[in-house]
């Protein structure tokens, strides 16, 4: 199973350009399309399943016509979207036996069965009967993977899902999605790279509407690797440093900045080689697209 996206254009009434020829080839398994935020992400997953028109371009999804046979595509689709709403005073047991309705399981029983292995299955059983405007952000989270796993999809969807979860929330939130992805499409569409790293045999950085690459984590890195240099200089230094360095990242530890270059040659100035990191191969691409600095 594949979906292969091919020259997808999108340009918003206002002028935006929201991709811009974007071809992306996703096997099966866990693939997370990483960018910044406006990169593109969302009104691509919307593309995708079926919720918004590109202008041209294709996506296959198994011989499936993505764009014009939507109702083959809905039927094998699971989507989380990014503003995930829910009805606060429906417990997770009734709306998810009304989605299972919708989604064309007409027999009770046997939607009383789906809806009970759902709930064990994102670790929610105990919490059916709560209403889901008492849930946490993980619980939502969870919630909100067990309604796009309501019929058995092919392909799942998830936008921007780890947002506002605190680590604990975000590993086990995590632990579920790796499970999923064992015989599925996943895409997992996030700004950060850490969801990538942990999750993800396949990748890709979107920024501008534009694809910068697309592999293996490991393939990223390869990309990089021997050529990141660190140093920690004081804040006041950064604008110097810019003007002779390919700066590709900063971070603030106890005052003062540690600055990350990328250079094909030692840089020499009090740099040392460091160990390349996905974050590394996430920076080294967009910085050529956008300023590192303000993202
Ligand atoms: P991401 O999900 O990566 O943050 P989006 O796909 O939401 O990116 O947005 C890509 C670009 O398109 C951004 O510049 C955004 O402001 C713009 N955009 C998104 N939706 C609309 C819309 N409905 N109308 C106009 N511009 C939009």
Request: proline residues 4%.
């Amino acid at each position: 199973m594949e979906l292969i996206i091919n020259n997808l254009s999108k340009t918003y009434p206002n002028g935006v350009k929201a991709l811009n020829g974007v071809s992306l080839t996703i096997p099966q398994g866990m693939f997370g399309l990483l960018g910044p935020n406006g990169a593109g992400k969302s009104t691509l997953m919307r593309t995708i399943a079926t919720l918004q028109e590109a202008d041209s371009g294709s996506i296959q999804l198994d011989g499936i016509d993505v764009l014009h046979d939507k109702q083959a595509v809905r039927e094998r689709l699971g989507y989380l979207p990014q503003d995930f709403g829910l009805y606060p005073r429906i417990n997770a047991e009734t709306m998810l036996d009304h989605i299972a309705q919708m989604k064309g399981i007409g027999n009770k029983s046997e939607r009383k069965e789906v809806v009970a292995s759902l709930l064990n299955r994102v670790n929610l059983f105990k919490d059916r009967k709560k209403a889901l405007g008492t849930y946490s952000g993980g619980m939502r989270q969870r919630f909100g993977i067990a309604q796009a796993l309501v019929g058995n999809p092919s392909l799942i969807i998830v936008d921007e899902p780890t947002a506002g979860l605190d680590p604990s929330e975000r590993n086990r939130f995590y632990n579920l999605l790796s499970e999923i992805g064992e015989n599925t499409i996943v895409i997992l569409s996030t700004h950060i790279v850490e969801d990538v790293n942990t999750l993800c045999s396949n990748m890709a950085i979107i920024c501008t509407g534009e694809v910068l690459m697309q592999g293996t984590p490991k393939e990223g890195l390869a990309l990089v690797n021997g050529k990141i240099y660190q140093k920690t200089i004081e804040k006041s230094e950064l604008d110097h440093y810019r003007k002779d360095f390919h700066v590709i990242s900063t971070k603030l530890i106890s005052g003062k900045l540690s600055l990350r270059i990328e250079s094909e040659s030692d840089p020499g100035n009090g740099f040392e080689p460091a160990a390349a990191d996905l974050e590394d191969v996430y920076f080294s691409f967009i910085s050529k697209k956008v300023d590192p600095i303000t993202i």
